[in-house]
């Protein structure tokens, strides 16, 4: 039953406001009406259970359109246009059937401009946003050549590549960055509650302590003094290198900083060549010309430093050079990959080659992943170790040496 807030009048004419639960305005005046008040206005009241629901409602209206859409959304025009569905009207069945709201709106645009005669591509272009080049390109080369279902299929394919590509990833970085964070908040909690209280304890024995213990008390003192200050510092700098890893140079310098991580580098490196590799066999198998396809599979590396490497390979496969050479000229593929491209170059197979190269690029990441633990644990162990070795012997040398002058 809802409870509505009143205004009301009592029998000497004064306001009187309250709240009170009834089914509808017209109960709410009876009931009011029974202790002699006259009801003047009422507003029915949100329950914190609507409340929580309307808000869950607004999230998901506004949820933007992610990768899993975009799978979909590939596979059921995949589905739909090879049992001969006008394409319109495929757009207008997935737009009924979506319950995002968002996507919705991506699919309504796009009939509106198809009904306004413009090709799919085209209007894919114009929600840059949603669709990437990559896509749009596959798309424009499946109208000319009369094969959008098989592109479709195809580019379903390239997104669970690449979403299963780095839910790997995620999850191998996941182990060593909760590590990571949980040595950050015993730093933090060692500096602010343990160091202090020893501190008091040495100040009051008035001993000369060792230089390991007195830097530490200094850095403790220090951020228990100005931790408004820290926290202000840590917000700005997190923030300027969150702006600066937005911009060209700053993604550069992230992605090579990225690559040349032990262990994690090697993994991200070949993870984006998969994704490359993958992109690039399926724009060759469609028929797309050899530069032109790796300009449009090349934004699918996701790495600055390594798409930068495979844009100076188009250009020299622009001049002439054959793919294989210009592959080894980039330094970012092995021998055996680049015997393969040689391979599928004389046989006029490449790109059936490219995507055993994926598949091998593949194979290489779960292997990777799969031994991620057992390397990265000793080098966090390392860490770890040598961080506590450093506050134990500061915070526990004087009182070492404070038992061996009392045992003397």
């Known amino acids: 039953m809802p409870v509505f807030t009143y205004a009301a009048r009592n029998a000497s004419g004064n306001r009187v406001h309250g709240s009170l639960e009834a089914n509808d305005a017209s109960a709410l005046a009876a009931a009011l009406s029974a202790q002699g008040l006259l009801l003047v206005q009422a507003q029915a009241q949100e329950t914190s259970e609507e409340g929580v629901l309307a808000g869950l409602r607004t999230r998901w209206r506004n949820k933007p359109v992610n990768v899993v859409d975009m799978l979909l959304f590939c596979r059921q025009m995949a589905t739909l246009l090879k049992a001969g569905v006008p394409l319109l009207r495929s757009l207008k069945g997935l737009e009924e059937s979506t319950d995002k709201p968002a996507f919705a709106k991506v699919l309504t645009s796009l009939q509106h401009e ?42 379903a394919a390239q997104l669970s590549f690449e979403r299963e590509n780095r839910e790997r990833i995620s999850q191998a970085m996941r182990y060593p960055f909760f590590v990571l964070a949980t040595a950050m908040a015993a730093l933090v909690a060692v500096n602010v ?169 593949q194979k290489e990441v779960d292997y990777a992943i799969k031994g991620l633990s057992a390397q990265i644990e000793p080098l966090l162990i390392i860490v770890l170790g040598g961080i506590i070795l450093v506050f134990a012997l500061g915070v526990f040398l004087p009182l070492w040496d404070l038992s061996r002058v009392a045992v003397r």
């Open 114 to 155: 198809l009904e306004g005669g413009r090709e799919l591509s085209l209007s894919m272009k114009h929600q840059p946003s949603i669709f990437s080049n990559y896509m749009i390109n596959m798309v424009r080369v499946g109208e000319l050549t009369g094969r959008l279902p098989d592109i479709f299929n195809g580019l």
């Open 193 to 361: 509650f343990v160091i202090p209280a020893f501190a008091k304890i040495y100040r009051g024995l008035k001993a000369e302590l060792p230089v390991l213990t007195r830097v530490l008390i200094n850095i403790s003192d220090f951020a228990v003094n100005y931790w408004p200050a820290l926290l202000g510092l840590a917000a700005a700098v997190g923030m300027g290198l969150w702006s600066f890893s937005h911009t060209q140079a700053g993604r550069r310098l992230r992605d090579g900083l990225i690559l040349r991580i032990p262990v994690i580098g090697s993994l991200v490196h070949r993870a984006a060549l998969a994704r490359f590799t993958k992109s690039f066999g399926l724009a060759l198998d469609a028929g797309v010309p050899l530069v032109e396809a790796i300009s449009a599979a090349l934004e699918t590396a996701d790495n600055v430093v390594i798409s930068e490497r495979i844009a100076e390979m188009r250009t020299n496969a622009e001049r002439g050079e054959s793919l294989a050479r210009a592959a080894k000229a980039t330094g970012i593929f092995t021998p055996t990959i680049i015997q393969m491209i040689a391979v599928g170059e004389e046989t006029g197979a490449l790109g059936e080659m490219m995507n055993e190269v994926a598949e091998y690029y």
